[in-house]
């Protein structure tokens, strides 16, 4: 690594800051109601839907009945796409005539697409018709991006608001997401992506005769479309097995760079926008800052130990300076890394190297990102909300340093708001640690490893951490596709997002009735360096009490065993 | 129950715009602006598909440039890596096994420094691409199994050696390329 990676790596995330400020500034407006260029294009058709729906977009919801709809959206998605799975077969525009997908391998897809975590226990170029891709797939990268970020939006106006009873309308907010927000840059991402090689056809697979004279199968497809979106929407599901590792999905380093960018801009948005939104840019951009310090270690700890000699190597002679296995030439290291801590700080989840083969300290970053509950910068919308969790929490902890009610914005929080942010805080990691120690102790929870001892622990865990987080990304050697892993992983899945997601508008609720009160010279500045370093100590003290003991039998050991040359 | 109906009713809407409509503009966009490119960037000679330009191919014959280690073997069908982690002795094995075989293929000694593209395997199982040293490494057998000058070989490399990008960045080669290049089949850069 020379020193031009990391000036090229410090000039991209400045870009990707620089153009999230202005599309948190653009979401503000779209979330406000306000007119502005597009309005005269997408109005109308936003008009439509509200009229074939039934909807009165002037009609403000209480937050039970916000969060009816969010389940009972989740639900209903849950139940078509996983019908569309199973009945692919007899369904049109199936080229390669793939049957019908199993119940279990069905139902775990479409709770991991419904839930935006897009973990995928299958291989999509031989599992998925490209139906099941497009009408099925897709659509979910949209609208599962889509309520989350209402959610998240739903949340700020809970801080915004005072001594209101509402706290938005779902489907308003839902649809404004997609049709102004996603649908807009998907597109931009789309045929930029295309102008790099990324595939969109739908022409059937090509057989072609290689240059040796053997026969290579060549999968085709409807590609960059959902490739744009599953990078926007923090989603991660690959069209191909090896997600945007392959290279129809990932041609070329700026497809690379368009992508990882893709995956950081609307989660990074979304602070920028709630600085925005409560008329308060400098809140924002403390909430920015307290992220991207967490954000800037994982990167320099993942870096770190990529370049790191491998002892079991190296003690027999054999001399390189960094770890290529799993990794793709044209990225190389800085650019896997750089991915592979984007994709699990944001739920994203998608990769461009194998997160399995990384060193073993690496693997415990991701694993650390998805198990604080992907709060640096985070899924979209539902990552901000997790985040709000933390600083619920840490405004608790100062308050009790201080002496005062804790209180953030103006509003103060009491029994009620701790102990929903408990629940969201607490709940999915539980979640995640008991299935580990489930699937530890029987044998078809073991018989999915494709690697021996502490990095089996954490092939198992990273699945778990994956699902409850609702990122994703796999240690893709675990074979997942089984029943066992397939209904517990579904468990998991609905634990993170509900769990996360409902006490939200809970304290959204909550909040939005209050007053806000007058900032007085007791008032903890939440603006300034101080806040930064208490939120971060929080989630970084947070989880590594939850996590440390079972990190130190997975990667800590087997960081370990690196540096003593040994192998298992 | 209205939530139910209008749940249904958006997602039947969705479905239709970004589901059907959004993946048949981007289409309809990639044939009109970029026809080879979203369509496979294939390699097509005397009406045959030779392969695509982005997905690397199995080269084991010595007067080939030969590619990455690739844990599915070039099957496109299936795509994947070796998901081993760093201390698994399985690795470590087929590291040494690969060291082995570039270096009694390219006439080199035990002490040789080897690219560490040519001795881990890529992610996809597909990569298109081996590193400028190691298409330097693999001249001099090429060389004496086409009976060409080695100079030659290497001018072929470095006219389609690529970077990351014009000012930064690793420098790499597409081998299946650069085998047309050596066969006289003239192939874009």
């Given amino acids: ?568 | 129950m209205k939530q139910l109906k209008i749940s249904i009713l958006m997602l039947l809407i969705f479905t239709i715009i970004t589901g059907l409509a959004y993946p048949l503009l981007i289409t309809g966009i990639g044939i009109a602006a970029f026809p080879h490119k979203s369509g496979g960037s294939l390699i097509i000679r005397n009406g045959t598909v030779k392969g695509s330009e982005l997905i690397g191919q199995d080269f084991t014959r010595p007067e080939y440039f030969h590619g990455r280690p690739s844990a599915v073997n070039y099957d496109s069908a299936l795509s994947g890596g070796s998901n081993l982690g760093p201390v698994n002795k399985k690795l470590i094995e087929s590291v040494k096994v690969r060291a082995a075989t570039v270096r009694s293929e390219n006439r080199l000694d035990d002490k040789s420094v080897i690219p560490s593209d040519m001795i881990f395997a890529s992610g996809s199982g597909l990569d298109p691409h081996i590193s400028v040293d190691a298409a330097i490494l693999q001249c001099e057998r090429i060389a004496a199994v086409r009976k060409i000058d080695k100079a030659v070989l290497l001018s072929i490399a470095g006219k389609y050696s690529e970077r990351q990008l014009p000012f930064y960045g690793k420098s790499f080669v597409n081998v299946l390329k650069l085998n047309m290049a050596l066969d006289g089949m003239e192939v874009r850069k």
């Fill in chain 1, 1 to 568: 690594m020379s020193v031009y990676d990391i000036i090229a790596l410090a000039v991209f995330l400045l870009m990707t800051t620089g153009l999230a400020v202005l599309l948190g500034g653009y979401m503000k407006m779209v979330f406000s109601g306000e007119i502005f260029f597009l309005s005269p294009v997408i109005r109308p058709v936003e008009r439509g839907i509200y009229r074939l729906c039934g909807i009165d977009e002037t009609k403000e919801m209480f937050w039970k009945e916000y969060s009816l709809g969010f389940i009972i959206f989740n639900i209903a998605g849950i139940l078509i796409l996983g019908s569309l799975q199973m009945l692919q077969g007899m369904l049109p525009l199936n080229p390669q005539n793939l049957p019908g997908v199993k119940w279990d391998s069905a139902l775990n897809t479409a709770i991991s697409f419904v839930t935006n975590t897009n973990w995928q226990g299958y291989g999509g170029e031989s599992t998925m018709s490209y139906l099941t891709q497009m009408a099925g797939l897709t659509v979910q990268n949209f609208v599962s991006a889509g309520i989350g970020m209402a959610a998240g939006v739903a949340l700020i106006r809970g801080f915004t608001r005072r001594e209101a009873k509402t706290i938005g309308n779902i489907w308003v907010d839902l649809t404004r997401s997609v049709l102004y927000v996603l649908i807009p840059l998907s597109i931009i991402a789309a045929v930029l992506l295309m102008s790099q090689g990324v595939l969109q056809t739908f022409h059937s697979y090509v057989t072609a005769g290689t240059l040796e004279g053997g026969k290579q199968l060549i999968p085709l497809g409807p590609a960059a479309s959902q490739i744009a979106i599953k990078q926007l929407g923090t989603n991660g599901g690959g069209f191909f097995n090896v997600n945007s590792a392959h290279p129809f999905e990932n041609p070329t380093f700026i497809s690379n760079l368009i992508e990882n960018f893709s995956i950081l801009l609307i989660p990074m948005a979304f602070v920028f926008m709630f600085g925005f939104m409560l008329n308060n840019k400098k809140q924002g951009r403390a909430v920015f800052l307290s992220m991207t310090v967490l954000f800037i270690i994982g990167l320099s700890v993942i870096l770190w130990s990529e370049y790191k000699p491998n002892h079991a190597l190296t003690g027999s002679g054999f001399y390189f300076t960094e770890n290529m296995e799993g990794k793709e030439l044209r990225f190389g290291v800085p650019w896997s890394a750089l991915w592979s801590q984007s994709t699990t700080s944001t739920s994203n989840g998608s990769v461009n190297s194998m997160h399995d083969s990384y060193m073993p300290l690496s693997g415990m970053v991701n694993l650390f990102n998805m198990g604080i509950g992907e709060v640096i910068y985070g899924g979209a919308g539902v990552g901000f909300i997790g985040f709000i969790f933390y600083v619920i929490l840490s405004m608790f902890v100062v308050g009790l340093m201080v002496g005062r009610t804790p209180e953030f914005m103006g509003k103060k929080f009491g029994p009620y708001e701790m102990s929903m942010s408990m629940i969201a805080l607490i709940l999915p990691m539980i979640t995640a640690v008991i299935l580990s120690a489930v699937a530890v102790s029987v044998q078809p929870g073991l018989s999915g490893l494709n690697n021996p001892s502490s990095h089996g622990l954490s092939e198992i865990l990273y699945a778990y951490f994956s699902c409850a987080g609702n990122n994703g990304s796999a240690f893709a050697g675990l074979n997942a596709n089984t029943v066992f892993y397939n209904t517990t992983l579904s468990v998991a899945l609905l634990t993170g997002r509900f769990a996360t997601v409902i006490p939200a508008l809970a304290i959204a609720g909550e909040l939005a009735s209050k007053k806000i009160v007058p900032e007085s010279q007791a008032t903890f500045p939440t603006t300034g360096i101080l806040f930064v370093i208490v939120v971060a100590g929080v989630i970084i003290i947070m989880g590594a009490l939850t996590f440390f003991p079972v990190f130190a039998l997975g990667p800590i050991l087997e960081h370990l065993s690196l540096n003593s040359g040994g192998t298992f």
